[in-house]
């Protein structure tokens, strides 16, 4: 019967369940699907399974939300499940939904499921690097390591910003590339320009609702020169922001810089990012709210 009611679900959404590492994947993507995959925030943790439940429940419950983009049942040896399991959507209104709905469903008698988002980290650490090397140097040796690189972020030394500080952190595109990568470039096996390095997981970023960081009027100036003033920074920033500049907080070579409207703030980053004060380039993105 089991298999019966599996066959039917993979024959009425056009989806196959493929096994690999201990998990079944069924979707990622769906048939018809365009693009790229769903963005981050997207997927959620669903705990305390019964160990006899399986996709073609778990799908029906959670599709009744929103379209899923692809649902991981975690798998032991045995052939039951492990107790879990991740669910992607499409959207991240409906994985959002799906919290709130499903947090505490009872989905057998007396059995309360337990859903919160999913920690998607995408990101690693990387130790060792020498401290020479360019973040285009270092992005270019991670990208013929490993695929899926979207972003280097590497911090310049405080006191000589020629030099990074012998560490970077690498984005991927999503957590299965990142987690691939993680054990591909595990110490002794692979070394970067003749040096051995340190990898692990970075702290995940904590995420925060579009709609909020739309909303956000400071900006956060990084690797500016140790001889760049506050006075300097702000008469920079008032200069294309027809003298908006709200707050300033400078702190070492980084600084965060309030403005009172999102447009003025929106017109100093177009006009200051990536350009040269005191012989170094800043950085400039948004400040997340505490």
Known sequence: KREESLMKLMQETG??????????????????????PPPKGTE?????LPR???????????????????????MDFSGSNRGFAFIQFAHRQDANRAIQLMDNYELRPRHHIGVVKSIDNCRLFIGG??????R??????????????????????ITDKTKNRGFAFVEYINHRAASKARRKLIPDRIQLWGKEIAVDWAEPENEIEEDVMSQVTVLYVRNLSLTTTEQVLRELFNRVSDDNVQKLKMMRDFAF???????????????????????????ITWAKPV
């Open 15 to 36: 989806c196959e369940i493929i096994q690999e590492n201990g998990q079944r994947k069924f979707g990622g993507p769906p048939p018809n699907w365009e693009g790229p």
């Open 136 to 157: 285009e140097e270092i992005q270019g040796e991670m990208e013929r390591l490993t695929e899926g690189v979207t972003k280097v972020i590497v911090y310049s030394s």
């Open 257 to 283: 810089i309030h403005f009172s409207s999102r447009e003025k703030a929106e017109k100093a980053m177009r006009n200051m990012n990536h350009t040269e004060i005191n012989g170094t380039t800043i950085e």
């Open 52 to 74: 006899d439940v399986f996709e073609d429940e778990l799908y029906r419950i959670f599709s009744t939300i929103g379209p899923i983009y692809e649902l991981r049942l975690m």
């Open 44 to 48: 959620i943790f669903v705990g305390k």
């Open 129 to 134: 690097i020498p401290k020479t090397k360019s």
